[in-house]
């Protein structure tokens, strides 16, 4: 899968993409994470990526030229599946959500910065707006780094399967149960003793009464 990722500030997320899970699924061939700076699509002498708004409400706008010359040459190049736009306005990423993306071959990010971009871009280019959650960032490149993550961990291959997506929280709609490590005993407390009863089919019931138990507990919306 490759993601290219559309921003005024790719400084901003340039180091996460290069680390961890992300890093290694890009050195084993499952992702491709292309940052580009929008600035570069610009022609005028300044480099001039944002104006200010017709109308005359406060703030600067993103333009239309040098981010519909980015998308135009991309587009040229390979097909793209989807053209997402970071915007609190969009749909709430999920679980679910991350799963689709995860299946695509060609996704382009772009990332919203200050008052937004022109809706010129949002009328003609993109395909699908995504917000990460009810509040307000002061740009779209932290929201396109946290889809970026939970999209390319599905990849198959780029997990092990001892870290297998499976188990992860809300992957069933389930929060994960908790999980131990050694010591069996520290300053007094201890380990459950199911867990290290040997039996399988044990441990397997309690994980999952665990995960029902703390799903009703902390999120029981996830049930309904
Ligand atoms: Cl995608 N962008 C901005 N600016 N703020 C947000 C967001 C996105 N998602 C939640 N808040």
């Known amino acids: 899968m490759r993601i290219d990722i559309l921003t005024l500030f790719p400084q901003m997320i340039e180091s996460f993409m290069n680390e961890s899970i992300l890093g290694r699924a890009q050195k084993g061939g499952f992702a491709q994470i292309v940052l580009h700076d929008i600035r570069d699509y610009t022609t005028d002498k300044h480099h001039k990526a944002d104006d200010y708004s017709f109308g005359g409400s406060a703030g ?19 097909e793209y599946d989807e053209v ?10 999920n679980q679910p959500m991350a799963n689709s993306l995860s299946l695509l071959n060609n996704v382009i990010i772009l990332c919203g910065h200050y008052k937004g971009v022109d809706h010129r871009i949002r009328e003609h280019l993109i395909t699908k707006e995504v917000s ?57 407390w201890s380990v459950p ?16 009464d665990q995960a029902m138990e703390r799903t009703l507990a902390l999120r029981p919306d996830l049930l309904k």
Do not use: C, H
């Open 84 to 93: 997402i736009y970071t915007s609190p306005d969009g749909e709430t990423f």
């Open 132 to 188: 990460i959650g009810d509040y307000v960032l002061t740009g779209g490149e932290l929201a396109a780094a946290v889809m970026t993550d939970s999209i390319v961990r599905l990849i198959p291959g780029v997990l092990t399967d001892e870290q297998s997506a499976l188990s992860d929280s809300f992957q069933d709609n389930l929060l994960a149960p908790p999980v131990y490590t050694r010591p069996r005993e520290f300053n007094g």
């Open 193 to 208: 003793d199911v867990l290290l009863s040997g039996n399988q089919a044990l441990i397997d019931q309690w994980q999952m």
């Open 60 to 78: 600067l706008v993103m333009k239309v030229e040098p981010i519909y010359r980015l998308i135009t040459k991309l587009k040229s190049e390979r």
